[in-house]
């Protein structure tokens, strides 16, 4: 059939649409009337009044939350900025934003911070920059004090490089007592922003900066949601036992909190899983508002806090194991062999210099998923190492690389096996022969059937 | 209809609204998703994440384009969660001729994820240039190219007037 024709016939076929369609709207209306209006308030649900009165609570006692409604423009922006993630999608669609809408400008930037997610477990900051044409990227790191300028404490921060002129996920904000956290009524936030301008013809890299200080209320309402599923349940996960102690929903963001057995032969590093609710709905690892994996004992994931799962499954798909003992391996620095076991797939590698620099690099396989696109690597092994009297060291940098040689130009210039990635680290005056370098891991479990054990 | 010079949409107009594109928005989550089931939940998703924001949308004009990108991002999350079952599914650009090969709803379903999201808005839902870079936050300029990559692999000879 020729193309055209196809398309007209398509078209028809298309004309059709399933008996369940028709009731898509009378479906979006009840399941609305079911979501938990007065959650956050204590207000109990499903009561007319309750919900005016929720209502009239919210615009009356709270200014930032009135002027969200009064003012805030439409979110197609900001819709579209966060459509790389389920979470923050799902919180712009139900309103769970605050509006700054504050912009300033100095030393030939702009800087406009235009949105917040309050969420107490992390709150998100969304944020434009503008600059000279020749700012390649920019980076703002933030200070952060109370309304009367008093430092804030107890918390971490985390910032990303973005692309001038587009509104992006700018930097924010981890209380470290995220079920309580000690948050003022005002925010005050001290903007350092560095842009980076490439190569200039002078041959080095050149750097701009400019600081900005925006002042804005907190909507203590939006802040305070949270919900904690109790779990408590031993289960054995890859021959160690592991309790699941909780799951904590906050809206842009979930927390596995989990315990490990101190008689276990191993240490559990990491772990990749998702979780599943009744409807088939994954919630993957990783929160996509910061990027963080793990925090202590708790692992995070993409939040079902909007979805009001009626059950939830957690399923395991990956663990990295460290031994107990042998959380150092001792390498050679004459041979580059090692001489304690690497984990399978593992090699290594050493280029020693006159001036006593000592390259370190661990060769592993890519994991599945990496392609020239978009190459991934993991952590093979630590910063830390020790000499051979004991001493316990660390080196400030690791390199990751997906060169096709190591060591170039050198004596010990190595060809890299296909499909490999390079751990690299370097020792600076290291005058001994040998090196315990610390290991991240032992043992990896890709599992083929993902691990299950209910949770909610 | 209500919703006159920046006044909040109400839920009864919104409701009759998306009465009206209900359908539409299955032909776009269809050719993006492939199967039925998928279409529905995806178009419940979209209308339900409309509902809970409808009041936040001061210019009701930019409705239409405004409920579908809700709906492409429904369609791209479900995407996403599919890629990290199975291989990626998209054929490259460059793989003219594997087009050729395939039924045209499959080879649509195959379009790497920015060209497939303009022939389905442009060729399927109906939509305009301009309301198809408002749904998807792109220039026209972007579309317009787009559009003419796709209409190529495709073999499709359709007009890219607006």
Known sequence: ?456 | MGGKGGAPLTEQEYTGRAEECKAKLYRTALLYLGSESAALDAVDEAVYRGLCACGRLREPEFFRTWLTRILINVCNTELRRRRREIAVEELPETAAEAYDGLPLREAIRRLPEQLRAVIVLRYFTGLTLAETAESLGIPAGTVSTRQRRALELLRLELTEEV
């Open chain 1, 1 to 456: 059939m020729e193309r055209m024709e196809e398309y007209k016939a398509l078209l028809a076929e298309l004309e059709e649409t399933p008996p369940a369609l028709e009731h898509t709207v009378q479906r979006a209306r009840a399941r609305r009337r079911r979501r938990r209006w007065g959650r956050g308030l204590g207000i109990p649900a499903g009561s007319a009044a309750a919900v005016f009165a929720a209502f009239v609570l919210l615009v009356n006692l709270s200014t930032p939350f009135a002027l969200a409604c009064g003012r805030v423009p439409v979110l197609r922006d900001l819709a579209a900025a966060v459509s790389f993630s389920p979470s923050l999608s799902a919180a712009v669609e139900h309103d769970y934003v605050q509006y700054v809408g504050q912009s300033q400008t100095a030393n030939g930037f702009t800087m406009t911070l235009e949105y917040l997610f309050p969420d107490q477990g992390q709150l998100l900051f969304f944020a434009t920059v503008t600059g000279p044409r020749e700012v390649e990227s920019v980076m703002v790191s933030p200070t952060f004090t109370d309304g009367e300028g008093k430092a804030l404490e107890g918390y971490s921060i985390t910032c990303l490089s973005f692309a001038p002129g587009e509104l992006s996920n700018a930097f924010a904000l981890i209380p470290n007592r995220a079920e309580e956290p000690v948050l003022p009524g005002v925010l005050q936030v001290e903007c350092q922003v560095d842009a980076r301008i490439p190569f200039q013809d002078s041959g080095a890299d050149q750097t701009a900066d400019a600081v900005f200080t925006f002042r804005f209320p907190l909507d203590g309402t939006l802040l305070e949601q949270r919900e904690r599923v109790e779990v408590d349940r031993w289960v054995d996960l890859d021959g160690n036992r592991i309790r699941i102690d909780a799951l904590e929903i906050y809206p842009t963001h979930a927390r596995l909190t989990l315990t490990q057995d101190p008689d276990n032969p191993e240490q559990l590093q990491s772990i990749r899983f998702y979780l599943e609710d009744e409807r088939g709905r994954r919630y993957e690892s990783g929160s996509s508002g910061t990027g963080i994996l793990s925090l202590g004992s708790s692992y995070w994931c993409e939040s079902p806090f909007f979805s009001e799962p009626q059950s939830l499954t957690l399923h395991v798909t990956q663990a990295v194991w460290l031994e107990k003992g042998r959380e150092y391996v001792t390498i050679d620095l004459d041979s580059g062999r090692a001489l304690s076991p690497l984990p399978e797939g593992i090699s290594v590698s050493v280029h020693r210099t006159e001036t006593g620099q000592v390259g370190l690099a661990f060769i592993a396989p890519e994991p599945p998923g990496s392609t020239e696109e978009h190459m991934v690597a993991y952590q093979v092994a630590t910063m830390e190492y020790k000499t051979p009297q004991g001493e316990v060291r660390s080196v400030d940098g690791v390199s990751h690389t997906h060169a096709g040689r190591l060591w170039y130009g050198t004596e010990d210039e190595t060809a890299l096996p296909e499909d490999c990635f390079v751990e690299e680290y370097v020792l600076e005056n290291y005058p001994w022969n040998t090196v315990d370098w610390g290991l991240h891991f032992t043992r990896r479990t890709a599992f083929d059937t993902p691990a299950a054990f209910p949770v909610k």
